[in-house]
């Protein structure tokens, strides 16, 4: 069997999303995979392995991974039945206990990081030896190839490291559904209820200004537009553009016209107390509370891997 350990120094970085969408390469390229997530380490990530289950059937499992020696008759367990174990890595044991479970194991170490820290991952990937396969970078800032290129590159090439791959930013895998937005508002559906799984990748105030605002509006698609309830002029050019719902402030419904365009438009309504300004302060400080939980992340994370990590590479025989 071939055995990928996809670990990482800190968490938060993609080490989910990376395992998942390899495994899903592989089971729709006709591989026999199986990957181990962890499960059991909080409601957020029983709610990621909920939907990987879903969307990977048995392609996908989550022991609770105790011991590190749980861990390893878990891989081995899996590759009796298997060609390729994707790991992922707990972030609850120490390095000491990843190297071993590495070398026990006989699988390659892939070391994923933040793009924004890249460098700090030096001495621990540097740490799995000739075991390690290669650094994967995530998140890489829009404009953050020349420092790719001129800062990060020449560092691990010098310390003999392979990088593996750089996958960029991407909005749908930091965005949240309709549902999400307005449980962490506090909002209350007026309509729409049933489009809660929507992923909103873009917000949007509605206001005055000098450019037509059906014009303004079309500038972002699966969006969300913050507007008063009181605004049916700002509402109206809204919805003649793609946009996924509105978040109507200061408590106010819309008049019956909006409700009635909006079903049409399959756009769904929610109200907040909170004024516009306010509500977008809040809305900044959501993007942490992405989880990778939805079928169009992992296939915008397929797609990502594709096109931006070695996958031959670290899938061909010894």
Known sequence: MGVLYITSQTGGVGKTTLTAALVGILKDSGENVIGLIPSGEGDRVEAEHVILSKLLGEAIR??????????ISAIVSAGEKSDFVIVEGPGTVEQADHIDIVSKTEAKAIVVSDFIDGASCLEFARDFGSALAGVVFNYRTRYGRTEMANKLTPLFEEAGIPILGVIPEDRTLLSLTVGQISENLGGKFFCGEDRSDRLVENFMIGGFGMDPGQYVFSTRNK???VVRGDRPDVQMSALQTDMECFIMTNGFEPIEYVKYESNEEDVAVMIVETNTLDTMDRLASLQKLARFDHPEKLK???????????????TAPE
Do not use: F, M, Q
């Open 62 to 71: 989550g022991p609770s991974y105790s011991s590190r020696d749980t861990l």
């Open 223 to 225: 969006k969300a537009v």
């Open 300 to 314: 915008k994370a397929k797609t990502l891997v594709s096109e931006n990590v070695c996958v031959e590479t670290l």
